[in-house]
């Protein structure tokens, strides 16, 4: 997470967004004792753009984010990362639907609880896409339709949601901030009638971006206050305009540019020169920001758990040739994917606990891998005749001791498997080996699971790619 202009803050934060509202569908929905509006569709693209990604969020009420579009991060850090996200943020992220869900009316909800002793639990889900990038001379526009948390005055002090991207190559290094570049689309904090519009760069402390602070500005929210209903907001990244441009939106209305000449060399090449920024939405309490704002440590004893930031939709847009969208996670209907050829690991149709990260040899693989993680591929055509064998790439830069298995497992994460082997360090986390394994009699179609089991709770393996062999 960031922080705002002059403020003392933190590491990486989060997103922007605008366009047009476009049929607003009015809903009334309750929610934390609120009573909220909801819902518009995603807007579709005005002439010359096109929609390269989008979610809609209309899930079944108590639901979780599709797996194919969100990783969901708990815990109070990346393995391997700074704690508390590198902000101070003193809550845990879970994947409970107590704390992250479809509320049924169209919207995600991601909402702060305490416990009975204290302690605050909130969420966190990042796009598993991370290729969102301008287009060489072109523009890319990163949107969504927000309802901040409604508590304001004493009882919303250290609530700090956030709609904000972050730069490819911090998944699986958690060291290279801010020099792949944050994009912080929506930020507030305490709630206060303001949206905070911020760009991470460079090297922290000081640098082009003025770190731990960024280069930011913000405003109070067009006719309706933040809290009190939902607003459009929005982030372009510029590359037709010479020199390139980032510009920050509410509604529809810029309050925020930033320019390539005002970051300069090497750092603007650094943030985005690399495979692309992957999204993130999350509501953090306490940190950095919200206690610097306030002038003391939030949030206090007099802070109201349980109001949600409501999410309608999040759409990514591009004017000029659009990003290269990666391979389909879904083989075309009707058709299958072949056992024998290589599998992408992460082009899986589902997931559990899995981070996906840019890759060393090229491309992506997943990553954080431990004990009660899964993958899985639909639609593995095995043929007429069994494997052999299936060899996977894997790297680990697990500590001594540590180890685990990677399983083949058909229909069911927990039916029993068919094939293994163990894997311990490599070498590093992106020090990568071909590990064979045998795997027993399969025929026909499958839903194919990859699961990591292990006697203890580390990460302990990466995976790039696997197939079968005959």
């Known amino acids: 997470m960031e922080a705002a202009p002059a403020v003392p803050a933190a590491l990486p934060v989060r997103h922007r967004a605008r ?16 009573t909220v509006t909801a819902q518009a569709a995603v807007p579709p693209p005005p002439t010359g753009w096109s929609l390269v990604w989008s979610d809609d969020f209309t899930g079944a009420a108590g639901t979780l984010p599709s797996a194919a579009n969100w990783i969901i991060d708990t815990g109070t850090s990346y393995p391997g990362g700074p704690p508390n996200w590198g902000t101070g943020e003193i809550q845990t992220y879970t994947n409970s639907t107590a704390n992250v869900s479809h509320d049924g009316a169209g919207n995600l909800r991601i909402t702060p609880l305490r416990n009975a002793s204290g302690g605050w ?43 904000w991207a972050l730069g490819a190559p911090y998944r699986g290094n958690y060291q290279n901030w801010p020099g792949i570049g944050e994009f912080d689309v929506m930020e507030n904090v305490n709630g206060l ?14 640098g082009p971006c003025n770190e731990f602070n960024g280069l930011g500005n913000s405003r109070a929210c067009p006719g309706a206050t933040c809290q009190s209903t939902f607003h459009t907001y929005r982030f372009e990244w510029d590359a037709s305009a010479s020199p390139q441009q980032l510009r920050w939106y509410v ?26 920024y992957f999204l ?20 206090t004893a007099q802070t109201v758990p349980g109001h949600p930031m409501l999410v309608d939709y999040v759409a990514v847009y591009s004017r000029g040739t659009p990003p290269t969208d990666p391979p389909p996670t879904d083989p075309p209907p009707g058709g299958a994917r072949d056992a024998y050829a290589t599998i992408q690991a992460e082009s899986f149709n589902a997931q559990n606990g899995v981070l996906v990260e840019a890759c060393s040899e090229g491309g992506q693989n997943i990553a954080a891998l431990r004990n009660g993680d899964w993958v899985r591929f639909d639609n593995v055509d095995f043929g007429s005749s069994s494997p052999r064998d299936f060899v996977a790439r894997v790297a680990s830069g697990a500590g001594g001791g540590v180890s685990g298995l ?59 790619w696997f197939t079968f062999r005959r």
């Not at 991370?130 to 609530?159: C, D, H, W």
């Not at 993130?280 to 309490?285: D, H, K, R, T, Y």
């Open 19 to 34: 366009l047009s509202l476009a049929l607003l569908a009015v809903v009334t929905t309750a929610l934390a004792g609120v």
């Open 121 to 163: 639990t909130s969420a966190r889900i990042e796009t598993v896409r991370s290729n969102f990038k301008a287009p060489a001379g072109g523009v890319l526009a990163i949107e969504g339709r927000i309802q901040m948390p409604n508590v304001t005055g004493t009882p919303a002090l250290g609530y700090w949601p956030a709609f």
């Open 193 to 206: 009638n303001s949206v905070w519009g911020v760009l991470h760069c460079g090297v922290a402390p000081g």
């Open 251 to 276: 509604d529809g209305q810029q309050y925020h540019t930033v320019t390539q000449s005002q970051v300069g060399e090497p750092y603007w090449s650094q943030m985005t020169s690399h495979a692309g």
């Open 280 to 299: 993130l939405l999350n509501v953090a309490m306490g940190g950095g920001f919200p206690n610097g704002v306030a002038g003391f440590t939030t949030p």
């Open 406 to 464: 990677v399983e083949v497992r058909l229909g069911s994460p927990t039916s029993a498997p068919i094939g293994s082997f163990a894997i311990a360090n490599t070498g590093g986390w992106q020090s990568w080996r071909s590990v064979p394994g045998n795997v027993g009699a399969a025929t026909g179609r499958h839903s194919v699971y990859l699961t990591l089991t292990s006697g203890q709770p580390n990460d302990f393996v990466n995976v790039n």
